[in-house]
């Protein structure tokens, strides 16, 4: 597939900050040295829908979106999203998932039921050291920014991807994020990063 | 220097790069954030124009004036464009035009999915179509060359894809370009009656075939040869899902989408043993080749519909798909919905309520057809609220009394309503048409309107009032209604309901996203667990922030007073924006406030 990319699936809920996290990936990448090329859709699929970001990074990427099969990391902002995108994962890929359930219109009309036991399903589906749960909302409160929920799971990204350092990765968040609120998000950089 | 962009943010820079200084337009997904960005450069004028004729119409004049200039819209404002756009093909454009229209391949946030190369040919006017944001800041440059070089306007293309994702792009400074603007008296060219069209026709054949003939030497079209067992034909975003997926393959990549270089498509596809076109949407390059006598294969084995992606030209090429299959569990849906707090939401519940045929029209709102609101029955296209409405209660006539609604935004209403309304008053509608008014474009993001006192560019200027207009028209009844009263607005809906001649309400209430985040959080509700009695009345308006909890699935205690209770609705507290809706709607005054 001419050179290696590395394919990240970001999912989850209009508000969680996704296209924010993908952005951050994207400008850590193209520091060092990589290609990098991101997609997302705007407008009506905002409105409180699901929202999907497609990083893909390496020495030559042509396509913005990844093919089915080929994510190599699934990072789910919301537990139930990190069902709806399995047929993008790679055989052997990873899903990370952040703690915390937004129930859908139906859920909340009591019309359908939010799934149960959705983590061990993942882990009896692909493996329990394939799927890694990063308590989110706990981690930024902590922190000290309970908005910072997206910081925590850029954190828990960094574990995965080799030859960056923590420095790459702060580096980068101290560019984009406004000096007040930045103290708390490198903490919760931190805090998804040890998790 | 490198930037990541999105193809939007790059087709701005590039314009600004070169020396554009002039773009008018109306927002549009996923065109809107190429005006946005101009709009911040030094030294350009841009503009939110009503609609995206107004918008090709100004940019029109500023070409005519000398300047580079563009006019921006997604693929459905080139239809509202259409008029002048079919003649300034003819008249060309003394200084420069681009017209860039933003395409929607799976309506990720449109009414349909045309093609808009198809508009290329059909007005005889060349189109770039670029496939990162690379190309795109590159490409809206050479816009704006061959505009100059050929006399014509020129079309930049983008898809979704193109738009709105982002990639990397190397910053140039900008040109220091000298002031071109004069007056230039030039009837012959500009007056296109009869006379001076058939002439100008003729001009314009000359040039497309110039065009042609440059196409053939365009570094924007190149041949990329790998094996010669395959040969793919594509362009934009496409080229890059097929080069994902067969990067050994030969390509020709085609830079300029209208007109096609033939004898370089001929010079190609006798280099390769089998022939491809890979296009999203019309088989419009296919067709073409197909004329040429080549043999090519295209949409036999690739879908009509939808965006592609690597996949989808993986299993058309080889038949087959290398993803492992995975079984994907049913989960609950999560469609968009109207935000906590929307005013919409208060006046589409009363919508409901009346039983009416609402005709719809072209934004949020357009959301609440949805369930538990259901509160619309039709939506066509930008402004077509008004017209329906207006004919099918003609159509009913006495049987529709009081049972149709037209129903427009305030920013739809500016772009498209105004002559429609005009003729409900005209033609004597029984109809009642309401202006939802939330004083913002809330679809694409908060642009400003002509209603909003501010422009593009952070001017303050007018604000047009809804309800003079009205007046002036000639609507017998106006009436200005808070959406989020529903006492007032179900009084208002039926009196107005029952009157004789066409009726006006305004419904104006600012986006909740309009409003500051300490107005919003200050008033939130709760619900009394020993007030409710679980009737479900405040779920039934859809707000993401009420949800339901079963006794049994939570585990909650029953209530040992009230045996049929199934369970209680509770209040996000996080998610509520005070709007008090729902606490109009409770008759057990469970809802309340903190205090209350």
């Known amino acids: ?195 | 220097m490198q930037e990541i962009m999105s193809g939007n943010e790059a087709i701005a820079r590039g314009a600004w790069e070169c020396g554009a200084t002039f773009g008018a337009g109306y927002p549009g997904t996923p065109s809107t954030e190429i005006l946005e960005t101009f709009a911040q450069y030094k030294g350009v004028y841009a503009e939110w124009s009503p609609n995206e004729k107004v918008g090709l119409e100004v940019a029109i004049g500023a070409a005519f004036a000398g300047a580079r200039s563009m006019a921006v819209m997604k693929h459905v404002g080139v239809n509202v464009a259409a008029d002048p756009l079919f003649t300034v093909s003819y008249t060309g454009t003394n200084g420069a035009l681009v017209i860039i229209t933003a395409d929607d391949p799976s309506l990720h946030s449109s009414q349909n999915e045309q093609d808009n190369r198809n508009y290329a040919k059909f007005a005889k006017i060349p189109m770039l179509e670029p496939a990162d944001s690379q190309e795109a800041k590159d490409f809206i440059k050479l816009a704006f060359e061959l505009s100059e070089k050929f006399d014509t306007p020129v079309f930049l293309r983008t898809t979704t894809r193109v738009s709105h994702s982002k990639s990397v792009v190397r910053i140039e400074e900008p040109v220091k370009a000298a002031d071109r603007t004069e007056i230039r008296h030039l009837p012959l060219k500009y007056v296109m009656v009869p006379m001076n069209a058939r002439a100008r026709r003729v001009e314009v054949e000359k040039r497309t075939q110039a065009i042609r003939e440059w196409a053939e030497t365009f570094e924007g079209n190149r041949m990329e040869m790998g094996s010669p067992e395959v040969g793919i034909i594509t362009a934009g975003m496409p080229y890059n899902y097929a080069k994902d997926s067969f990067p050994e393959y030969s390509y020709l990549k085609l830079g300029l989408v209208h007109p096609l270089p033939e004898k370089m498509i001929r010079d190609f596809a006798s280099k390769v043993k089998k022939l491809f076109v890979v296009e999203e949407l019309d088989p419009f390059i296919e067709e073409q080749v197909k004329a040429m006598g080549i043999e090519v294969t295209g949409k036999a084995v690739f879908p009509y519909t939808n965006e592609f992606d690597p996949g989808v030209v993986e299993k058309a090429i080889t038949g087959k798909s290398s993803a492992p299959a995975v079984t994907l569990q049913t989960i609950p849906p999560r469609p968009p919905n109207l935000c906590p707090g929307c005013p919409h939401r208060g006046l589409f519940y009363a919508l409901n309520k009346t039983k009416a045929f609402v005709s719809g029209d072209i934004g949020c709102y357009t959301l609440s057809y949805m369930k538990p609101l259901s509160g619309m029955d039709s939506c066509i296209c930008m402004g077509a609220s008004i017209g329906i409405a207006h004919g099918m209660s003609k159509a009913l006539g006495p049987k529709g009394k009081g049972k149709v609604v037209g129903v427009i935004g305030d920013s739809t209403f500016i772009h498209s309503g105004i002559t429609t309304l005009l003729n409900t008053a005209y033609n004597r509608s029984d109809a009642v048409f309401i202006i939802a008014d939330n004083r913002t474009t809330a679809m694409t993001g908060m642009q400003e309107h002509p209603a909003t006192g501010f422009t593009l560019q952070g001017e303050k200027t007018k604000d047009l009032d809804f309800a003079a207009l009205g007046k002036v028209l000639g609507i017998d009844s106006v009436e200005v209604i808070d959406p989020l009263n529903f006492k007032d607005t179900t009084r208002v809906l039926k009196q107005e309901l029952q009157k004789e001649g066409p009726s006006l309400i305004i419904s104006r209430a600012p986006c909740v996203l309009l409003m500051s985040k300490k107005a919003v959080q200050a008033k939130q509700f709760f619900t009394d667990p020993d007030k409710c009695i679980g009737c479900k009345v405040c779920l039934s308006c859809g707000c993401p922030a009420i949800s339901w909890r079963d006794f049994e699935k939570t585990g909650m205690p029953a209530r040992p007073d009230r045996k049929k209770q199934k369970g209680i609705a509770v209040i996000d507290a996080t998610l509520c924006t005070g709007c008090t809706l729902c606490a109009q709607l409770c008759r057990q005054e469970a809802i309340m406030r903190e205090g209350e």
Request: proline share 4%.
């Open chain 1, 1 to 195: 597939m001419g050179g290696k990319v590395t394919s990240l699936l970001l999912a989850g809920v209009g508000g969680q900050g996704i296209l924010l996290a993908s952005d951050i990936i994207c400008k850590v990448m193209m520091e060092k040295g990589l290609d990098v090329k991101k997609s997302e859709v705007h407008g009506m699929a905002q409105r409180g829908g699901c929202v999907t970001s497609h990083v893909r990074y390496g020495q030559k990427v042509y396509s913005p979106l990844a093919r089915k099969g080929d994510v190599d990391m699934i990072v789910s902002f919301e537990k139930l999203e990190a069902l709806r995108y399995l047929d993008y994962l790679k055989k052997g890929g990873m899903i990370l998932v952040n703690d915390e359930e937004i129930y859908p219109p139906s859920v909340n009309l009591g019309e359908a039921d939010y799934p149960k036991d959705i983590y061990e399903n993942l882990r009896s589906q692909f493996g329990k050291d394939s799927v890694k749960v990063i308590p989110g909302p706990n981690l930024a409160s902590l922190a000290g920014n309970r908005r910072a929920v997206n910081t925590v799971m850029l954190g828990a990204i960094s574990r995965f991807t080799p030859g960056l350092v923590r420095e790459d990765w702060k580096k980068v968040l101290t560019e984009v994020l406004p000096g007040k609120i930045l103290e708390a998000n490198i903490k919760a950089f931190d805090l998804g990063r040890e998790a």
